[in-house]
């Protein structure tokens, strides 16, 4: 038993994987004794929009109409192809990556029992990479016969986000069809998102607006810029 506890804690890749194990189990021990529901198991997935949306806004934020046009495609990027791969949305995201930790901690033990890297010193960290490869395609296995169990309990993954009417600030300066960004405050996360004035009228860096509309694909929102009772 000694040795098992031995193991654990060394060499330093079964050290690392075992203490981001630890702080795992503390979460679900946590949230076992609170009754979270499944809305508190997607803790993390809001930085998806605001990650996506810094994305596109980095691209569209100096584009005008026409090239953001051309560069328009209903292709998902890579992240959310991943994502989905995981199944994330359709398996709560905590649960998932409890699961991806829990194979690479697995796969951290086994291999260090095969090959000694205890002489490696900080790049025997570097046996994590493949180990965590590997879990990805082992999380994906496992979490498959979970998506129907959600689907039938009714869990729909985390709601979208509403952003129509909302107020925000301009981090972009917008005229005529040229897309820029704005920053919103949801629950008080920022959250950047690509913009047209709805109206063709000129918004300046720092503007207050207000979401009016969206365009059809969902992909930029037509802001108009919101006007101080005090101007009147």
């Keep these: 038993m000694s040795e098992f506890f031995y193991n654990l804690m060394h060499p330093l890749p079964n050290a690392v994987m075992t203490v981001i194990m630890g702080v795992l189990a503390l979460y679900w021990l946590f949230t076992l004794l609170s009754g979270a529901g499944m809305d508190d198991l997607d803790l993390g997935l809001n930085f998806d929009v605001d990650v996506d949306a810094d994305v596109d806004a980095d691209i569209d934020a100096d584009t005008d109409a026409d090239s953001d046009?051309?560069?328009?495609?209903?292709?998902?990027?890579f992240f959310m192809k991943f994502l989905n791969f995981m199944n994330v949305g359709r398996v709560p995201f905590m649960l998932v990556l409890s699961t991806l930790k829990f194979f690479t901690w697995i796969?951290?033990?086994?291999?260090?029992?095969?090959?000694?890297?205890?002489?490696?010193?900080?790049?025997?960290?570097?046996?994590?990479l493949p180990l965590l490869f590997l879990a990805v395609f082992f999380t994906r296995w496992t979490t498959n016969p979970l998506v129907k169990l959600f689907k039938e309990i009714g869990y729909r993954g985390e709601e979208a986000i509403d952003f129509l009417g909302r107020r925000g600030k301009m981090i972009s300066s917008i005229q005529g069809d040229k897309v820029g960004c704005a920053e919103v405050v949801v629950d008080k996360n920022p959250i950047r998102l690509n913009v047209r004035s709805i109206d063709g009228e000129t918004i300046s860096y720092g503007d207050p607006i207000i979401i009016a509309d969206e365009t059809d694909d969902q992909k930029i929102y037509l802001v108009s810029k919101e006007i101080s009772i005090r101007n009147f």
């Design 107 to 128: 796969g951290s033990l086994i291999t260090t029992q095969l090959v000694n890297v205890t002489t490696w010193g900080a790049w025997s960290l570097l046996i994590l």
């Design 69 to 77: 046009s051309s560069l328009d495609t209903d292709e998902p990027g």
